[in-house]
């Protein structure tokens, strides 16, 4: 599946790269030189918090996660879920299998709703190492700050939208 | 943080396992590497190609409803992790974008980006789970970014001062 991925994102590369052809050769050099250039200012960063992450998902007690998120935990259950969401370090591999592993040890769906989509929108550690580098601090706080209320509105819909 | 991290890990589980882990995270970063020069080549790309007067049309201050719903959707379209939609996210802003499209844009890739949903969220949760959570989620990008409008009508300076 990640080499599917990595097919499209070079196929969008490729074609991106034609058309800047296409407009002159300074222009498809210029480009091709300010996103290496951007690539390696990038590298040690996502090396730390790759590998960093790992480590520290590793060191969190994972057995506290399931009975918080219960389906009796109720509103309770979707601010814990959400502020464990936020806290959650790691890549998807960890924030999804923390989710999955809740939901079959008798979390409730929207708790882990809740849990999944906070982690998406605003794990700390994302914003830190991944959007800060790259885009303007203060977009970046903004966008995080009108994200808070959104795992509540997502538990919300999940409580009124049936599960299937 | 990191470095802590590792060495409760180191303590508490011993060298082999540390070893295990560190394997498996390097091995990561190595996968990852292709993607993340992919993302940077698209986002000065995209920056070269699209006209500024077009993107602030359709996303720009002006757009509008229909400006968060473009974003949205572009945000649901574009393959890829964090390490792609930042860098094209920010050559957004850059050439004119505003705040409420650039939120919309990533809270869309995040919550219902497909490639996202398809790599890691299928396996763990099954489809039933997860396209219940999609149609959950639909509605999301568009609130956060007319919150982020909203704010931004407020008096939030979110463009860095040199621009």
Known sequence: MTLVINILLWLVV???????????????????????????????????????????????????????LGPESGFLGVVIATLGGALTPGGPV???????????????????????TAWALYAIHRLLIWEVPMMPARVVWLRAAVSLPLPFMAAALAILVARP | MAFTA?????????????????????????????????????????????????????VGHESGFTGLLIAAFFGFLLPGGPITIYPVAGAFLVMGADAGAVVAFIVSW???????AL??????????????????????PIIAGLLARIVVRAGFQYREKTQ
């Open chain 1, 94 to 116: 960890v924030g999804f299998s923390l989710g999955a592993a809740a939901l079959k040890s008798g979390a409730g769906a929207p708790q882990v709703i809740a849990y999944s």
């Open chain 2, 110 to 116: 995040t919550l219902i980006g497909y490639t996202r």
């Open chain 2, 6 to 58: 590792a060495a409760t890990v180191y303590a508490r589980d011993g060298r082999e396992h540390f070893f295990t882990i560190l394997i498996g995270d390097v091995t990561l970063f190595a996968e990852m590497l292709p993607k993340v020069l992919a993302g940077c080549l698209i986002g000065a790309f995209v920056t070269m190609l699209l006209p500024r007067e077009m993107v602030a049309r359709w």
């Open chain 1, 14 to 68: 490729g074609v991106l790269a034609g058309f800047a052809a296409m407009r002159g050769r300074v222009l498809l050099n210029d480009s091709a030189r300010e996103g290496i250039v951007e690539f390696i200012l990038l590298l040690p960063r996502i090396g730390i918090g790759v590998i960093g992450s790992g480590f520290i998902a590793e060191a969190l007690p994972n057995e506290w996660v399931a009975p918080w």
């Open chain 2, 119 to 140: 790599v890691w969220e299928l396996p763990f949760f099954g489809s039933d789970f997860v396209i219940w959570r999609i149609i959950e989620a639909l509605p999301l």
